[in-house]
């Protein structure tokens, strides 16, 4: 059985084990090569610090690549610092190993994810009402996807696939919201719908277009130098949260260039890590798990 093949993967693995998503293949893969076994890399917070929170970290890189240094590991990390457990996810991409367009393959695997550390909640001492998703750049995309396309739980398939896959929070860093034209980023809408998608896609990846009531509270990073990813991606989210009711805040910093991640040593953008911080505590997301 897949759950308890995970567990004894979890068990026989040091630190920071890498666990596939799926045992064997992949809903939606297209090959055998590693670019479509998507998979979890688990970072614990110190148990001494731990507070029962979890986050899916989303690194970006266009669809086609994974920034896992500065938007992966540097960020489990500063979770971690915060009592956060933090989950790596190494979602699908579009390349020569597995031609675009992409399509739902990375949004089954953010709500995979998502269901399976809620799933596995009781094992690593996380509260199940508080698991978000962060996500840079595409990874921003998909992490927004994820938290504007969800369910309660599949019908079929096993315990984890019947486990909800909507995230209790989203931070979303430099994201691509839209898929329109003139204002997405062009390589990222390639990788997943195609370069002459179909109008229905557009407005399904289009995710300011997908907000409801429903959508959960949102922290959104983004700076008005960025021209990779233009900041009107993130105003159109904020945007469409406020209209939907959905509790949200929006930082936009004069400085700083596409990509930044935690802005680490770039003295002023590097307070941004601090604005989310204080978010998460108002949120109650700092405190101890009862």
Not at 189 to 207: C, F, H, T, V, W
Request: hydrophobic share 40%; proline share 7%.
């Amino acid at each position: 059985m897949f759950v308890a093949s995970f567990l004894l993967a979890l068990a026989a693995q040091p630190a920071n084990p890498t666990i596939p998503l799926w045992e064997g293949k992949a809903p939606l893969a297209v090959g055998e090569t590693d670019t479509d076994k998507p998979s979890i890399t688990v970072w614990l917070a110190p148990k001494d610090k731990a507070n029962g929170a979890a986050v899916v970290v989303c690194p970006g890189g266009g669809y086609g690549g994974l920034a896992m240094d500065h938007e992966g590991k540097q960020v489990a990390e500063f979770l971690n610092g915060l009592g956060i457990h933090a989950f790596i996810l190494k979602y699908r991409l579009a390349n020569k190993e597995r031609p675009g367009p992409l399509l739902a393959a990375p949004l089954t695997d953010a709500q995979r994810a998502i269901r399976t550390v809620r799933a596995k909640a009781a094992d690593y001492g996380i509260d199940p009402k508080r698991i978000g998703i962060w996500g840079f750049s595409a990874g921003g995309h998909l992490a927004s996807t994820a938290g504007t396309h969800f369910d309660n739980g599949l019908a079929e398939g096993d315990a984890i696939d019947k486990t909800s896959c909507r995230p209790d929070f989203l931070i979303l860093a430099y994201p691509v919201i839209t898929m329109e034209a003139g204002v997405t980023h062009n390589g990222s809408r390639n990788n997943l719908i195609g370069p002459k998608p179909d109008e229905k896609l557009i407005e399904l990846y289009s995710n300011e277009k997908q907000v409801t009531k429903e959508t959960p509270p949102t922290f959104i990073f983004h700076t008005s130098a960025d021209t990779a990813v233009v900041p009107e991606n993130a105003v159109r989210f904020y945007l469409a949260c406020k209209k939907a009711g959905v509790s949200v805040e929006l930082h936009i910093y004069e400085k700083g260039q596409h990509g930044v991640g935690l802005a680490k040593g770039q003295k002023g953008l590097d307070t941004w890590p601090e604005r989310l911080s204080d978010w998460m505590k108002a949120r109650a997301l700092l405190e101890a798990k009862k």
